[in-house]
């Protein structure tokens, strides 16, 4: 069963790269309390998420700061080093969360992962392409692409757009 809005995240555990390694971070930690812009992606460093997806959140981070936004973050069902490199090769370091969904746990247990096996280019298990704004842990908007190279709903600009006094 997919995630929908009005529903709380699960909780499953991250890796995130702290001052000294990898460290594990519950759902609670990181949504508990906070308004949340969480973006996901099916690999770091594939063309659309490094070219696009990443960068629109990066160049969009004071907007969202501005409008209420405690926190953005970024999953993937990449290791946490990757992760971690990831963000100091966008500028998302210190911006934006990063987020690794080791196995797939979180994008399973909200029903966006997607077997990209077939895709012919080693991918396998990852998570949607997607965007969601998040309350205090309860899911308030989410788009999710019906493509992985697509990435419009699940935007910076559009998730900045969504963002009004009631959020």
């Known amino acids: 069963m997919t995630i929908k809005v009005g529903d709380r995240l699960p ?23 906070k308004k949340v812009a969480l973006f996901a992606v099916p690999g770091a460093y594939t ?34 080093f990757v992760m971690d490199a990831w963000a100091k090769d966008t500028g998302a370091s210190g911006k934006i969360a990063m987020l690794s969904d080791e196995g797939g746990a979180f994008a399973k247990a909200t029903g966006l992962d997607i077997d990209l096996t077939g895709a012919g280019i080693g991918l ?29 709903v699940s935007s910076a600009e559009t998730i900045c757009s ?3 006094s009631s959020f």
Not at 11 to 33: C, H, L, S
Not at 62 to 76: P, Q, S, V, Y
Not at 127 to 147: I, P, Q, T, W
């Open 124 to 152: 396998g298990l990852r998570s949607k392409r997607y965007a969601m704004l998040v309350d205090d842990g309860v899911v308030k908007v989410l788009n999710v692409e019906d493509a992985p190279p697509r990435h419009g």
């Open 47 to 80: 063309p659309t998420c490094h070219k696009s997806h990443m960068p629109g959140f990066v160049d969009r981070a004071g907007e969202l700061a501005a409008k209420g936004i405690d926190t953005i973050a970024c999953t993937a069902v990449n290791d946490v």
């Open 162 to 164: 969504l963002i009004d």
């Open 11 to 33: 909780d499953v555990t991250f890796a995130t790269m702290g001052a000294n390694g990898p460290e594990k971070r519950k759902t609670a930690d990181i949504f508990a309390g």
